[in-house]
């Protein structure tokens, strides 16, 4: 399966990942974002939305390494694609607004489901750990 937006949103990924600050600041941007976000559009994708929130975080930080690099462009697209306020369709628009956020967030989940598992193990192996 394949996604022109999602594609476009992995170009404009790349740059993201050559800058720890500028990393920081789309994880800062998306996190308030999601605290906005109506979650019935991301009903599928909300718990894995925010473990792809915490693994750049924890990447970003030097916490967490264990994820190859096709996997780590393709949670910071769907995360860049969701902060950008020049979308597909305009966030604004009642009902259809989130529709596109929430289908390319769906598609990085579903190429990334097992590295998102993998990272969410951790976290939990880490908190029986303390």
């Known amino acids: 399966m394949r996604s022109r937006a999602f594609g476009k949103a992995i170009l404009q990924a790349r740059p993201y990942l050559l800058n720890p600050e500028r990393l920081e600041q789309l994880v800062r941007q998306a996190a308030q974002k ?28 030097g916490q967490y390494s264990q994820v190859s690099a096709n ?8 995360i860049a694609y969701l ?19 929430a289908t390319i967030l769906e598609f990085a989940m579903n190429k990334t489901r097992q590295t998102l ?14």
Do not use: C, N
């Open 34 to 61: 999601t605290a906005t976000l109506p979650p019935k559009p991301f009903r599928e994708s909300w718990a894995y939305l925010h473990a792809m929130l915490r693994l750049l975080r924890a990447y970003q930080r």
């Open 117 to 130: 598992d993998d990272f969410m193990a951790w976290e939990v192996a880490g908190l029986f750990a303390r």
């Open 83 to 101: 902060v950008d306020p020049v979308d597909f369709i305009p966030d604004e628009i009642p009902f259809l607004g989130f529709l596109d956020d």
């Open 71 to 78: 996997a780590l462009l393709s949670i910071v697209a769907a």
